[in-house]
């Protein structure tokens, strides 16, 4: 978060519910948001995608008890990304229990682009990311604020990123969204288990 502070950059920092229960990952939860940046939902446990527990109390706990514990750090169009098992995606990520769930609750729900493996390569993942961005008109990059992560490489990203006039901005863009405001915008049955025709035959509201 240094880093980006220094640099006048904003972004979002989708947390895991059970981790802000630690005090420590609490406050700086509460710092990144008072610096600018947004806070979104990244499911309870982040250990089971929803397309393969598909039942609406898992949904709504993994996602409920999560926003419980950003409480007023959330933003009013609250964001919510899937957990996806290595940034993998698929009809895994979702079941229709939580697509119903997100729709009612209005969630933003954005998807990735670029998953570099910063967690899995810290060395090697500075290249694959930089490849990603210049393969594609826009990008939403998935990096890991974690030891072994991307903090390493991070300033090398974002100079070379600068370097190549690449433009920063923390809007999401509309390509990214899934939902919003009760709305499916760009979901479709390929990233749902059982599909959602039945369920987004028409706008759900709360």
């Known amino acids: 978060m240094e880093e980006l502070d220094r640099r006048g950059l904003t972004a979002t920092f989708f947390v895991i519910g059970r981790k802000l229960r630690e005090p420590a990952a609490a406050a700086l939860m509460r710092q990144a948001q008072a610096a600018g940046h947004w806070i979104g939902n990244h499911t309870l446990t982040h250990s089971v995608p929803f397309g393969e527990q598909p039942t609406a109390a898992f949904a709504a706990e993994e996602i409920d008890e999560t926003e419980a514990l950003i409480g007023d750090c959330a933003r009013a169009e609250k964001l919510f990304r899937p957990y996806g098992r290595e940034g993998r995606i698929g009809p895994h990520l979702f079941s ?16 990735w682009n670029a998953v570099p493996g910063d967690w899995r390569d810290p060395d090697g993942w500075l290249d694959v990311c930089l490849a990603q ?40 863009p509309n390509e990214a969204i899934l ?28």
């Not at 919003?180 to 749902?192: A, E, K, P, Y």
């Open 133 to 172: 961005v210049a393969a594609q008109p826009w990008s939403v990059v998935v990096l890991h604020d974690i030891a072994n992560g991307c903090l390493t490489h991070l300033p090398t990203l974002l100079d070379r990123l600068t370097d190549n006039g690449t433009n920063f901005t923390q809007a999401f």
């Open 179 to 206: 939902m919003r405001n009760g709305i499916v915008t760009n979901l479709h049955d390929s990233l749902v288990s059982g599909g959602i025709e039945r369920l987004c035959s028409q706008p759900t509201s709360a």
């Open 96 to 111: 229709r229990a939580s697509v119903s769930h997100l729709l009612a609750k209005r969630y933003e729900v954005v998807l």
